[in-house]
C-alpha cells in the first residue's frame, strides 16, 4: 500500500512558474512508476507527466513538452513537477499517482493503482 500527498499548488500569474512535490509512504516508492494527471472543471482526468521507477524514463503530454519537468528522488520517497511558463489553460487540479508495474511509463490513468487526493493549480491571465 502507497499513499501519496501532493504539495505546491496556488495562484500564479502567466507565464509563471510552480513546483509540485508528491511526497509518498511505503518502503516499495522506489519500484513504482510514477505520474502525475488534472483535470480542470468540467472536464475529464488528463495524464501530464510520468517518470519511471528509476528515473531514466519519462514521458509528456504535448501541451505541456519544453515547459514542465518530472523528477524523482527515491532515497526521498518523492516526485516532483516543475511547471514553467505556466498558462491559464494549465489551471486544474494535479493529482499524482503510482503504477506497481514498473516499466511502462503510461500516459493510461488505469494503469495507476494509488493515488492522491490532488493540489490545485490556478494561473490568472
Known amino acids: 500500500q502507497v499513499q501519496l500527498v501532493e504539495s505546491g499548488g496556488g495562484l500564479v500569474q502567466t507565464g509563471g512558474s510552480l513546483r509540485l512535490s508528491c511526497a509518498a509512504s511505503g518502503r516499495t516508492f522506489s519500484r513504482y512508476d510514477m505520474g502525475w494527471f488534472r483535470q480542470a472543471p468540467g472536464k475529464g482526468r488528463e495524464f501530464v507527466a510520468a517518470i519511471s521507477w528509476s528515473g531514466g524514463s519519462t514521458n509528456y503530454a504535448d501541451s505541456v513538452k519544453g515547459r514542465f519537468t518530472i523528477s524523482r528522488d527515491n532515497a526521498k520517497n518523492t516526485v516532483d513537477l516543475q511547471m514553467n511558463s505556466l498558462k491559464p489553460e494549465d489551471t486544474a487540479v494535479y493529482y499524482c499517482?503510482?503504477?506497481?508495474?514498473?516499466?511502462?511509463?503510461?500516459?493510461?490513468?488505469?494503469?495507476?493503482?494509488?493515488w492522491g487526493q490532488g493540489t490545485q493549480v490556478t494561473v490568472s491571465s
Open positions: 499517482a503510482a503504477d506497481r508495474s514498473s516499466g511502462r511509463v503510461s500516459y493510461y490513468s488505469h494503469f495507476y493503482d494509488y
